[in-house]
């Protein structure tokens, strides 16, 4: 094996701690090539070689750690009763919802993957947020939707958090509703019309 091909195994939560500190998305597996993990730990040295931030701002990076995400009340736009944020790495699937949350008079935003969709989140509050828990693996949807739920208790607002999936596992519906989802729905016939009937009630 050749020294550039070499790889050592990294416990998963801690290298996704690691990459979470320099902003970037995990390989989502344990081996990880040596060179890489090199350069992450340069990249990491870089970024704290940066300004130290007050201690307001350490509080609120370590209810956030996993993304080091701030979240400023004082920079969200004021609430939109119809705002409504999308989150599916699947065009066809942004596009159908885009079309059906309009028709339902909503005020559509669209992210396509977890940084994104974090980003839009802390600039705006929104009424609800529907999010497919597969972008594109389980462990993503379920760092985003830890993070949904923490700035949302951080800014105090009543935004609604629904997870949308194709899986019929019980273990991902019991998971996302014990990480504070407030519906999930499966993605089988007529889930866009459970979806629009669960908008109608709220």
């Given at each position: 094996?050749?020294?550039?091909?070499?790889?050592?195994?990294?416990?998963?939560?801690?290298?996704?701690?690691?990459?979470?500190?320099?902003?970037?998305?995990?390989?989502?597996?344990?081996?990880?090539?040596?060179?890489?993990?090199?350069?992450?730990i340069l990249d990491i040295k870089r970024k704290m070689g940066q300004?130290?931030?007050?201690?307001?701002?350490?509080?609120?990076?370590?209810?956030?750690?996993?993304?080091?995400?701030?979240?400023?009340?004082?920079?969200?736009?004021?609430?939109?009763?119809?705002?409504?944020?999308?989150?599916?790495?699947?065009?066809?699937?942004?596009?159908?919802?885009?079309?059906?949350?309009?028709?339902?008079?909503?005020?559509?935003?669209?992210?396509?993957?977890?940084?994104?969709?974090?980003?839009?989140?802390?600039?705006?509050?929104?009424?609800?947020?529907?999010?497919?828990?597969?972008?594109?693996?389980?462990?993503?949807?379920?760092?985003?939707?830890?993070?949904?739920?923490?700035?949302?208790?951080?800014?105090?607002?009543?935004?609604?958090?629904?997870?949308?999936?194709?899986?019929?596992?019980?273990?991902?519906?019991?998971?996302?509703?014990?990480?504070?989802?407030?519906?999930?729905?499966?993605?089988?016939?007529?889930?866009?019309?459970?979806?629009?009937?669960?908008?109608?009630?709220?």
């Amino acid at each position: 094996m050749t020294e550039n091909r070499r790889t050592i195994e990294v416990d998963t939560e801690f290298l996704e701690a690691l990459y979470g500190l320099v902003g970037k998305i995990p390989p989502g597996e344990k081996n990880i090539n040596v060179d890489l993990l090199k350069d992450l730990i340069l990249d990491i040295k870089r970024k704290m070689g940066q300004t130290q931030p007050n201690t307001e701002e350490k509080e609120v990076e370590q209810k956030s750690k996993v993304y080091n995400t701030k979240v400023d009340v004082a920079d969200i736009e004021e609430s939109n009763k119809t705002a409504v944020l999308i989150v599916d790495d699947l065009g066809v699937i942004t596009y159908q919802l885009g079309v059906m949350f309009r028709n339902l008079g909503y005020d559509v935003t669209v992210a396509k993957e977890i940084y994104d969709a974090i980003n839009k989140f802390k600039k705006r509050q929104y009424k609800m947020v529907v999010m497919d828990l597969f972008i594109p693996t389980d462990r993503e949807g379920f760092l985003l939707l830890d993070e949904l739920v923490k700035m949302s208790k951080m800014a105090e607002s009543s935004t609604i958090i629904g997870v949308m999936t194709a899986s019929s596992k019980k273990e991902h519906r019991q998971m996302c509703m014990k990480k504070g989802a407030d519906f999930y729905i499966e993605k089988v016939d007529d889930w866009q019309n459970e979806l629009v009937e669960y908008c109608e009630k709220g």
